[in-house]
């Protein structure tokens, strides 16, 4: 069973910035992966993706202030995240893409001044 571990939440003032990490039991190589988020009340959303050839796809809302990025070997995923602004406050979530996989825990962004 594949196990996710998302870290690199935390606290940040509106226009700051975070980098998420994804780290992935086993390789990565061949699946598509992507960054989900949820915040309170929300149902949980598709943030970004990227395919195994590391093309990309984002959110209309984040385009432009977010990227995603991956290692294969090990398996990881990044999610870069600049100009944070309130509403980007969620729990995030790596997984594969479309989401078949577990949930892991989930890192905590909180944006507020």
């Known amino acids: 069973q594949v196990q996710l571990v998302e870290s690199g939440g935390g606290l940040v003032q509106p226009g700051g910035s975070l980098r998420l990490s994804c780290t992935v039991s086993?390789?990565?190589?061949?699946?598509?992966m992507a960054w989900y988020r949820q915040a309170p009340g929300k149902q949980r959303e598709l943030v970004a993706r990227i395919t195994t050839d590391r093309s990309t796809k984002y959110l209309d809302s984040v385009k432009g202030r977010f990227t995603i990025s991956r290692d294969n070997v090990p398996g990881a995923v990044y999610l870069q995240m600049d100009s944070l602004k309130p509403e980007d406050t969620a729990v995030y979530y790596c997984?594969?893409?479309?989401?078949?996989?577990?949930w892991g825990q989930g890192t905590q962004v909180t944006v507020s001044s």
């Open positions: 997984s594969n893409y479309p989401n078949t996989w577990s």
């Open positions: 086993g390789t990565i190589f061949g699946i598509y």
